[in-house]
Each structure stands twice: as C-alpha cells, then as structure tokens.
C-alpha cells in the first residue's frame, strides 16, 4: 500500500506577497538613498513597482480575489506615481560652461536674505565675482 500524498493547487499567495514586498521594495530604497544623502536619479523606483505589478498578475492569474485586485491597483498607482516624479522631476539638459566674455543666461534666484537675484544685477561698473556654495543637507 503505497500513501499518495494530494495534489495541492498553488494559491499564488507567495507571488502576491511578494509582489507587495516590491513595491515597498523601492521606496524603502529611496528612503535610504536620500538619508544617505547619495542623490543620483533613482530609477530603480519604478523598475520595482513594475516587477510588483508583473507578480500580482500572476497571483491573479491564479486566485481572483478583491484583495489581490486592491493590491494590483495601489501597486500600480503607486508605479504610476513613481514614473509621473521621475519624469517630473528631471534638470534641464547641460549647456556646458559659460564663455569668458558671453553674457549670462537668463535666471533668476533668491539671496540668503529672499531677496531677488538676476542676471540684472551683473550689470554696472563694478566687478562681481559669483560664488557658489552647496553647504550641507
């Protein structure tokens, strides 16, 4: 007599725990990232979000249930999110330096005491010299 164990169906409850764990995955990253004050693009965000959401489809392609729809639709908010602040939050392409001689671009900025700064201010007689200091975060 031989004992058979049964065939258990896969729930797909591990894709979507991890799936989850993704999404959570980045922005814990990002958290990190900015309180070590290493600020580079961070595209990892919504690389990972988007892993989330390719295992949540296949959670649900497994089980359909209200929670794993619920889940599947804040992950993808939250990938949606991620993507509109990277896209959002881009510079503004280089120029490269300025020439000796050229005349600065239009800007404008504030001092340390909120008071307006422009390119307006380089004209005159007398000579400015223009420092810039990152100071600490």
Not at 52 to 62: A, D, E, I, N, T
Not at 127 to 135: H, S
């Amino acid at each position: 007599m031989s004992a058979s164990s049964p065939i258990v169906a896969k729930s797909g409850r591990l894709m979507l725990f991890l799936g989850l764990a993704c999404a959570a995955l980045g922005i814990v990253g990002y958290v990190v990232q900015v309180s070590l004050h290493h600020l580079t693009t961070p595209w990892y965000l919504p690389l990972t979000a988007i892993l989330g959401l390719g295992l949540l489809v296949f959670s649900l392609r497994k089980q359909r249930t209200i929670w794993r729809w619920v889940a599947f639709v804040f992950v993808g908010l939250i990938a949606g999110f991620e993507c509109t602040f990277l896209l959002a939050t881009r510079l503004p392409p280089y120029a490269g330096p300025l020439e000796i001689g050229q005349p600065y671009p239009a800007f404008q900025t504030q001092r340390a005491d909120g008071a307006p700064f422009t390119q307006a201010d380089f004209k005159g007689d007398q000579n400015t010299v223009l420092v810039f200091f990152r100071g600490r975060w």
